[in-house]
């Protein structure tokens, strides 16, 4: 018998007690390392807590990205002796005196382990004088034990030292990435802050190098513009939504200023920012159809619900919520962020987004045109003056400018001239957006047309859509399709919507199906069989078309209800303004 194997059976034999409690200490490394990650938890945790005190005025210095030192000094109401003796003791709070203020808690911080955390896994100072006090104190930690405390002629408010962190938990230590990495997570952090507490002035200084600094004068145009310049504060949208469910406000951008990740979409719930999916969703959905796919917009929205509806002690680091009405706030966040972004739209404030704006925009993306044969002009019979103008009866209402067809460029692009200067119409976007807002009011009303096929034809299914076809089948039905089973892996396909008559009907369905894989709600399955839909029944790039052709297809996209974006989110019209032309011909003014 080997020596493992002894060992093993006499182990199961004999065995030994298996289960001992831990020691003190190491349990509270253990419990620091769910609250404590990195430098910018121990940022977190400290900002929370001056935010609390009613700081109007918080500096955040970090050296080393953190790992040596973070120091958050406030101008908050402060602490006595003898709360700065308790202070860091597990389970130590001001913001509880019971389990039922949990249902109504209001504060940031709640958990009463930041500190005791902070204080096992760092070597920790903290000064603070309360306000009116005409002395303050100072403790002293290493590890989590006290190691000094005495009188301080500190100023009002409290100054928190973190130094060295981790430095008697290697194994953590290892898991940081460098100072760069790190810093920068923290100066994330602190773009968050000012965005959420705009009455609030931050200065965070990195290395003695002020890296960021807010004046605190509680417009948050103004913080946002601190964050991310003028150019993009200016272009944002105000949100103002007060609903049974939860009141919101704050700031959306236009669909031309995007970015390639969510990092910029910031939710505040009761003043906490939250990763909170269903939001995030609900503020994506409110851009369909007006953003491209893969790109996601700023966002600066401050969300109030009733605190006894909000569970805030659900993630040790304070990251998620939980609402009571978790659907209607959801509605109330997408109803909020899509009205203004119609609103820009209308008739009264629309207007294409000019070629510089998509062009020079930070962040933004100018979508590429479809390879086609080299550029060509076919011109137009449009006779020259001012725009078409409709006719008397028919009064113009549209948020597009009026336009003057001039040709087509490309078999792709309408060129047509406006009061400002030069658009140009993707035709196929165009004819996109006009089916889309067809199909979804046919769709709304119930009363979506069908044509039927001379032959029908049958689709196959895959092994996925075989499972739902069922469900699939009614959803084809709300669009207008009239199909029916055929055999166990084929549907049978008899008539279609009036735009889809004369496509692939095979591979049109194929795609209706496909684009269903991970959508759960039927609003959502719907949305995407409608862009699909749209998209695969407009007209193509590279499709020469006649004057009457063009200017049909501009009348019919001035009177939709968001003109400047296809199903998919990409511009419908770009705008080359005369003052752009000039500029880049050299000139100063009309000659």
């Known amino acids: 018998m080997t020596e493992t194997h002894a060992w093993y059976n006499a182990s199961m034999i004999a065995p030994g007690p298996t289960i001992r409690l831990l020691e003190p200490d190491t349990v509270a490394k253990l419990a620091a390392g769910e609250v404590i990650e990195r430098p910018a938890s121990v940022v977190r945790e400290l900002v929370d807590n001056a935010l609390d005190s009613g700081a109007r005025r918080i ?8 790992m040596d030192l973070v ?11 003898e709360d700065l003796r308790a202070c860091t ?3 130590a709070t001001s913001k509880l005196a019971s389990v039922e203020d949990l249902t109504r808690l209001s504060s940031l911080g709640f958990r ?25 104190g100072e403790v002293s930690f290493e590890g989590g034990e006290m190691t000094h405390e005495a009188p301080s002629g500190c100023p009002e408010g409290t100054r928190v030292e973190v130094r060295d962190l981790f430095f008697n938990t290697p194994a953590r230590l290892r898991f940081l990435k460098g100072p760069a990495a790190e810093g920068s997570r923290v100066e994330q952090l602190v773009r968050r802050y000012v965005l959420g507490y705009p009455h609030v002035a931050f200065r965070l200084i990195s290395d003695g190098r002020d890296t960021i600094s807010s004046s605190g004068s509680g417009d948050l145009l103004t913080a946002i513009a601190r964050v991310y310049g003028w150019r993009v504060a200016e272009s944002m949208l105000e949100v103002e939504l007060d609903d049974p469910a ?36 609900a503020v994506q959905e409110a851009y369909s159809s007006l953003l491209m796919v893969g790109r996601f917009p700023v966002v600066v ?18 990251a998620e919520v939980r609402f009571a009405d978790e659907r209607g706030v959801s509605s109330a966040v997408g109803r909020a962020v899509r009205s203004p972004l119609v609103q820009a739209a209308s008739p009264e404030q629309g ?11 930070p962040e933004s993306s100018t979508p590429a045109g479809p390879q086609d044969a080299s550029p060509r002009v076919t011109g137009s019979e449009e006779p020259a003056g001012i725009a078409d103008p409709p006719p008397a009866d028919e009064p113009r209402e549209s948020g597009l400018p009026p336009l003057r067809i001039l040709g087509q460029l490309a078999a792709t692009y309408i060129i047509a001239e406006g009061p400002e200067g030069m658009c140009l119409i993707d035709q196929h976007a165009a004819h996109e957006r006009v089916l889309l807002e067809q199909l979804q009011d046919a769709v709304g009303a119930r009363s979506a047309e069908s044509q039927a096929l001379l032959e029908p034809v049958v689709v196959p299914l895959s092994g996925a859509q075989r499972g739902r076809a069922e469900s699939f089948l009614e959803e084809l039905s ?30 049109l369905v194929a795609e209706l199906g496909e684009g269903l894989e991970g959508l759960g709600t039927v609003e959502e399955r719907r949305r995407a069989m409608l862009a699909t839909l749209a998209c695969h029944s407009a007209i193509r790039a590279g499709q020469v078309l006649d004057s009457q052709e063009m200017r049909a297809l501009i009348r019919s996209l001035e009177s939709t209800r968001v003109p400047t974006a296809c199903a998919h989110g990409r511009p419908t019209i770009l705008e080359l303004t005369r003052s752009e032309l000039e500029r880049e011909f050299g000139r100063r003014g009309p000659r």
């Open 59 to 66: 500096t955040v210095q970090i050296g080393r990205g953190g």
């Open 351 to 361: 207007r294409p987004p000019s070629i510089s704006q998509l062009v020079f925009a």
């Open 112 to 136: 009463g382990e930041a500190l005791h955390s902070i204080a096992a896994v760092s070597r920790l100072r903290i000064f603070s004088r309360p306000a009116g006090e005409q002395r303050g």
């Open 301 to 318: 929205l401050s969300v109030r619900v009733p605190p006894e509806h909000l569970d805030v002690n659900v993630h040790p680091q304070k």
């Open 246 to 281: 939860a009141s919101v406000a704050g700031y959306v951008g236009p669909p031309s200023v995007s970015r390639p990740n969510r990092s910029d979409m910031h939710l505040y719930v009761n003043g906490r920012w939250v990763q909170s999916r269903s939001l995030l969703y």
């Open 478 to 507: 709300a669009l207008g399709f009239r199909a029916e089973p055929f055999g166990d892996d084929s549907l049978l396909v008899r008539a279609v919507p009036p735009c889809a008559a004369r496509s692939g009907i095979e591979q």
């Open 89 to 91: 003791a597990a389970h």
């Open 71 to 81: 120091r958050v000094t406030d101008n908050g109401r402060g602490m006595s002796r």
